[in-house]
């Protein structure tokens, strides 16, 4: 039997599903998932394998009203995913139907190159009756031409074991592009960063979270054979530095337990995991940021 591999971008407004989609799909935590809207930054692949298929999923940051350069760079990305992928998932909330949002996102999906295979993946299926879930999957369909509609719940799992049959039948015959065991093409060192962002935007429910990011500065094996890693989170401003910290340190306490517990559980190892928080109040205008998190610091341009 010939082997399959391909791309497979999923998108959407923010919060839609697809970091958790993507996770349900590799079997892993690859990427960050939150009740916070925005929180994926870089285009993460999460490699999931469906018989004899490996899917290289692209986890694009959810498409919305850019404002600022980050903002910009983010949904720049998120378009280019789509565009190079070889299947694009569109994915929306059932209880939220087709807002202004899936509305804008549809009409721009009529500008990726001919030829592309767009499915449309409704989510969150749990949460509305059997007769709006019917009407909204009629509407979406008439409005747009899916070559196949998907009825799922990502975070419980209904209906992605269907949908991941089908992008498997629908990739090109190819080797495949990822060694067998490899479940996502971001090096740890990032992995480790999204990780301990992920604890603090959980910890930190003002609008903090998106005025900082956090880099592994330094990774150091051990002779005993676990690991040791050095972070710096970078805040804007002097006032940030003190929340990220907490009353006597404790939230960055919290948030570094919370991160070393998920690494060593990751990396199936004991981690040594160090925290700094230092003041850089330039670093959404700082190009080697953008880097960092795989965006592209031209795509802020106004």
Known sequence: MSTRAGFVALIGE????????????????VCIVTHKVQTTRARIRGVALEGEAQIVFVD???????KRRLD??????AWGGAADADLTVFLIE???GVTEGVDAIMEALKDLPKGKSIALAINKIDKVQAAELLALTKAMNEAFGFVE???????????????????????????????????ADLP?????AETTREKLTLRLHQELPYQLTVETEAWEERKDGSCKIDQLIYVMRDGH?????GKGGETIKAVSTQARTELEEFLGRKVHLFLQVKVRPNWL??????????????????
């Open 241 to 245: 530095k003190g929340i990220v910290l």
């Open 149 to 183: 509609t998907f009825l799922i719940s990502a975070e419980k799992g209904h209906g992605c074991a269907a949908l991941k049959t089908w992008i498997a039948g629908e990739l090109p015959e190819s080797p495949w592009l990822y060694p067998e065991d490899q479940i």
């Open 60 to 66: 694009t940051p959810g498409i919305f009203r850019p």
């Open 72 to 77: 910009r760079a983010m949904v720049k990305s």
């Open 285 to 302: 205008e700082d190009k080697e940021r953008y880097e960092e998190m795989g965006l592209d610091f031209r795509d802020g341009n106004e």
């Open 94 to 96: 059932a209880h939220r």
């Open 188 to 192: 740890l060192r990032m992995l480790a």
């Open 14 to 29: 923010p919060n839609a599903g697809k970091s958790t989609l993507l996770n349900r799909m590799v079997g892993a935590k």
